[in-house]
T-cell receptor, first 116, second 113 residues
């Protein structure tokens, strides 16, 4: 068990460019979550998957954002036409989907996005 | 809607001092409550949780009691160590069908030797 892995760790891009982040959850975890965290704030929920199905999306997730989990394993988060306000740490988390263990989220170290 | 309010930091303590970090919540019904910790350069880790009123979560010497009457879940530790220096986040999960966590803004703890 290597934990939740996120790549890249850092991404610097110019405004208007597209970026894609990858998350590899813990292998037996069915649930996968994306959060966004800005400096001095707690993580804000973006979206969540149960296996390959995207079951919930936050209103924070504008139409420039899209997330996929095509085979129920890794997930990607794409931001199109990036804006400076997208600069943040993007966190991925995973969990089991049964009982109390389903409430225990394991977080990756995040991808820090800077939009210039 | 559901929300979590934490005391602002940073909290600076000397080693072996008593720690309290306040957390209050607003939610419909009885949510599950959590404390997550983020050590420098690492991802968030679950520290403890409580799923119903009067439950006490505990781990690594930290404790928090789910108080329905005051809608609070304050984090306490009797004797902090330098290694406890981190950012602490209070969070809740509502008892609706959503599995999302709602986090507070975090409280930075700095423990000096």
């Amino acid at each position: 068990d290597t934990g939740v892995s996120q790549n890249p760790r850092h991404k610097i891009t110019k405004r208007g460019q597209n970026v894609t982040f990858r998350c590899d959850p813990i292998s037996e975890h069915n649930r996968l979550y994306w959060y966004r965290q800005t400096l001095g704030q707690g993580p804000e929920f973006l979206t969540y998957f149960q296996n390959e199905a995207q079951l919930e999306k936050s209103r924070l997730l504008s139409d420039r954002f899209s997330a996929e989990r095509p085979k129920g394993s890794f997930s990607t988060l794409e931001i199109q036409r990036t804006e400076q306000g997208d600069s943040a740490m993007y966190l991925c988390a995973s969990s089991l989907d049964t009982g109390e263990e389903g409430e225990k989220l394991f977080f990756g170290s995040g991808t820090q996005l800077s939009v210039l | 809607g559901n929300s979590v309010t934490q005391m602002e930091g940073p909290v600076t303590l000397s080693e072996e001092a008593f720690l309290t970090i306040n957390c209050t919540y607003t939610a419909t019904g009885y949510p599950s409550l959590f404390w997550y910790v983020q050590y420098p350069g690492e991802g968030l880790q679950l520290l403890l949780k409580a799923t119903k009123a009067d439950d006490k979560g505990s781990n690594k010497g930290f404790e928090a009691t789910y108080r329905k009457e005051t809608t609070s879940f304050h984090l306490e530790k009797g004797s902090v160590q330098v290694s406890d220096s981190a950012v602490y986040f209070c969070a809740l999960r509502g008892k609706d069908s959503s599995y999302k966590l709602i986090f507070g803004s975090g409280t930075r703890l700095l423990v000096r030797p």
